[in-house]
């Protein structure tokens, strides 16, 4: 029963602090993680092809089409000769009345029946192809139906699945819905009420409350007036559930023709959570000796028993939150191994510091990296410049041409790759003020820290506010000079962010170096170049899912850091009120990292403008959201395709608020009728900045993601004192 009210629990304690315009941290204690498995001949299943799924003598049996099994302690064990019984109705005298026969008999003049539910012995209810047919006092069965408030008659025919919940309440489900039979009489679900979608083939109900549907593409589960729709590989070795058994404890097994599935949960901590996704990341993500974040492909789908690490555009990016995450995470808990981690991963991107000036090949001074390769493996520089001019010719008209995209450091033990891209500055300049305050604590190590910051500023500004690669020119996206955001056509789009990027910049420098130069510079872009009335639209949106996640996720980190480190008050308030219309566009998003973001500078604020002072706080409910969402994190973090686009309670994007308004509008953008785009579990994405409203996800489960974007939210959320 604890787990029924954890989020009326939840969300009882956020109203409760929200009233009292001070945060009390939102106390989750164990919670049941939801979990799955899947069990195929290889686990002793007579066929992976499972027709129907029973319970005998409280153990679960699969029929298969080679014969059916028993599940024993982990395993399925054949039943030799088993004899299974078919239910059907005939038309007496009395009535309707039940009748059994074996499975593979043919019964004439008689209704076959799809499911029973009730007592074993004398069902309640029969779910039929000719309609719903309810028990009467005589023992005899008779046709019923039911009436919604529309005068729509449900339960006619076609009724695909019928339960009993553990309240005594009755469930039965057809193409129109689902409805069930409460003391206040019938209530009816269909994509308006959440039902995710409606082409049923059977049902079954737990002892804790829930009640499970199989359709023809995925299961799902209501439970305490919450839908979760659970579809592809991640819950079900297939789409098409032909049975289901559910137990006491809520826990359901599905029958499909590629296996048994089983969804169940374990008790859990947040805390333990993401100890599981940390000892993930050790064994199967971090690359190199200096433990680069990314992601790993997986040769054999689901398999990690074989793990290939490879680079991506944007390491330094993804282990500077990784490394932002840690560094919170000691600033809360002073876990050692939390400390160890961070400081890693400060030798990882100081390293992409220090290589660049150790070959023949080199930038200027402060340049950083986008991520490293060992030279004893394959020469990424052979055939990419024809693949550059490809890029260049089909893609995008200011790509860079030049060689080699890959120097080699001055020990010859490795390729380093340049034409860095502002999504990596964002990245090391949102780790380092961090790692400087929480992690860094000898004056010998906050001063290794100030060294590369004040090298890599002092680079920006000595090159008009460009990173300067190893060809004398700026790189393709690492370009903040006024002249070019405020005078070149082919910036303007950067502009906003550029400008918000170069003040954080800048006020990261000035309170890690204590050299109030940075915070003069930022003045000058301000007075001279408008950057901090660029920083007030740091992107045109409009409305929530138009722009790019990308841009909002570097956004936020620069907001984040501004507001926490400039010393600019009438830039901080300015910045303030451009940071809360940034959060109100990605509100509905559930992402706990922009929450806690926002949050950290949002409860109980006003703003200023000549229409009076105005409440800029962070909006009822992005606690809820947020601990939702972390709890909703599935720990399988495998790459599994999501289907979503068929279902009956989304609502498409209308064309206004594409990703770019020049983009043509897609079918497969969108959000559930409650305003809010899907829950973690119902999705898949390696990092904040995929697209949430996307309601197709590719994926063969070829690749494991990190743990970062469970981590960085809960361990910031931990900082921040929003969760206990």
């Known amino acids: ?140 069965y008779e046709k019923a139906a039911a009436r919604d408030g529309q005068g729509r008659l449900w339960g006619a025919a076609d009724v695909r699945g019928v339960a009993v919940d553990s309240t005594g309440n009755l469930w039965f489900a057809t193409p129109a819905g689902a409805a069930c039979r409460t003391d206040d009489g019938w209530k009816f679900y269909t994509g308006a009420e959440g039902l995710p979608y409606n082409d049923f083939t059977c049902m079954g109900a737990g002892g804790d409350g829930s009640v499970w549907f199989g359709t023809k593409i995925g299961a799902i589960r209501y439970k ?101 995450g840690e560094c919170f995470a000691y600033a809360a808990t002073k876990d050692p191994l939390a400390k160890d981690r961070a400081k890693r991963a400060f030798e990882a991107l100081r390293f992409l510091q220090k290589v660049t000036q150790t070959g023949e090949i080199k930038p200027p001074k402060g340049y950083v990296a986008r991520t490293i390769l060992p030279t004893d493996g394959p020469d990424p520089n052979e055939g990419r410049l024809e693949r550059d001019k490809r890029h260049r010719e089909q893609q995008d008209a200011l790509w860079k041409l030049y060689e080699p995209r890959w120097p080699k450091s001055g020990d010859g033990k490795w390729y380093w790759k340049s034409d860095t891209s502002s999504d990596e500055l964002d990245g090391h300049y949102f780790f380092y003020p961090a790692y400087y305050d929480y992690v860094a604590d000898t004056e010998q190590e906050k001063e290794r820290v100030r060294e590369v910051v004040r090298d890599l500023t002092d680079h920006l500004i000595e090159h008009d506010f460009c ?81 790019n996640q990308s841009d909002d996720e570097m956004a936020f980190m620069c907001y984040y850091n501004l507001m926490k480190y400039s010393k600019d008050e009438a830039l901080r308030d300015m ?12 509100q509905p998003e559930q992402n706990p990292l922009f929450n806690f973001m926002y949050a950290a500078f949002g409860i109980d604020v006003k703003h200023a403008n000549p229409w009076g002072a105005h409440d800029i706080s962070i909006w009822d409910g992005w606690l809820e959201d947020s601990i939702e969402t972390l709890l909703d994190f599935p720990l399988d973090r495998v790459g599994w395709g999501h289907r979503n686009s068929h279902r009956v309670d989304l609502l498409l994007l209308p064309p206004q608020q594409a990703s770019e308004p020049y983009e043509p509008r897609r079918r497969d953008r969108g959000y559930r009728n409650n305003g809010k785009t899907l829950p973690v579990s119902e999705r898949f994405f390696h990092h904040w900045n995929t697209d949430p409203w996307t309601l197709n996800y590719g994926g063969n489960g070829g690749t494991l993601g990190s743990g970062t974007v469970f981590l960085l939210p809960y361990y910031m959320g931990l900082y921040h004192g929003f969760i206990e």
Not at 521 to 528: C, F, P, Y
Request: hydrophobic share 40%.
């Open 1 to 140: 029963m604890k787990y029924l009210f954890l989020v009326l629990w939840v969300a009882a304690t956020v109203a409760a602090s929200m009233a009292n315009a001070a945060i009390v941290p939102a106390k989750i204690g164990e919670f049941p993680q939801e979990i799955a498995r899947h069990y195929t001949r290889a686990d002793g299943l007579p066929a992976n092809n499972v027709v129907a799924l029973r319970i005998e003598a409280g153990a679960i049996i699969a029929i298969t089409t080679d014969g059916a099994a028993r599940f024993a302690e982990g395993r399925w064990e054949p039943i030799p000769d088993y004899a299974g019984t078919q239910l059907y109705l005939t038309a007496e005298q009395d009535g309707f009345m039940l009748r059994e026969c074996s499975a593979d008999a043919l019964f004439e003049d008689g209704v076959a029946v799809r499911q029973a539910a009730g007592n074993t012995d004398e069902p309640e209810a029969l779910a039929t192809a000719d309609g719903l047919y309810l028990r009467t006092p005589s023992g005899a």
């Open 224 to 324: 305490g007036g919450q839908w979760r729709y659970r579809q592809g590989r991640r819950w079900l070795p297939d789409d098409e559930v032909r049975g289901i058994v559910v137990n006491q404890d809520g826990s359901a097994w599905f029958a499909t023709d590629k296996g048994v599935g089983w969804i169940g949960h374990q008790s859990m901590t947040l805390a333990e959570k993401a100890a599981f996704y940390e000892e993930e990341m050790e064994k199967y993500i971090r690359r190199t000796p200096f433990g680069y974040v990314s992601k790993a492909t997986l040769p054999n789908p689901g398999d990690k028993s074989q793990i290939v690490l490879t680079d991506s555009d944007n390491d330094g990016l993804w282990t500077s939150m990784y490394g932002a």
């Open 467 to 547: 990173l300067i690669d190893i060809d004398g020119t700026p790189t393709r996206w690492s370009v903040y000079s006024p002249e070019s955001l405020n005078n070149d056509k082919n910036w303007w789009p950067e502009r906003g962010l550029k400008s918000l990027s170069m003040l954080s910049y800048l006020a990261v420098a000035e309170h890690m170096t204590g050299d109030p130069k940075y915070g003069e510079i930022s003045r000058e872009l301000q007075d001279k170049h408008h950057y901090h009335t660029n920083a007030m639209i740091y992107k045109i949106h409009f409305g929530p899912g138009s722009g």
């Open 575 to 586: 910045i303030h009120y451009s940071f809360y219309s940034a959060w109100t566009n990605e």
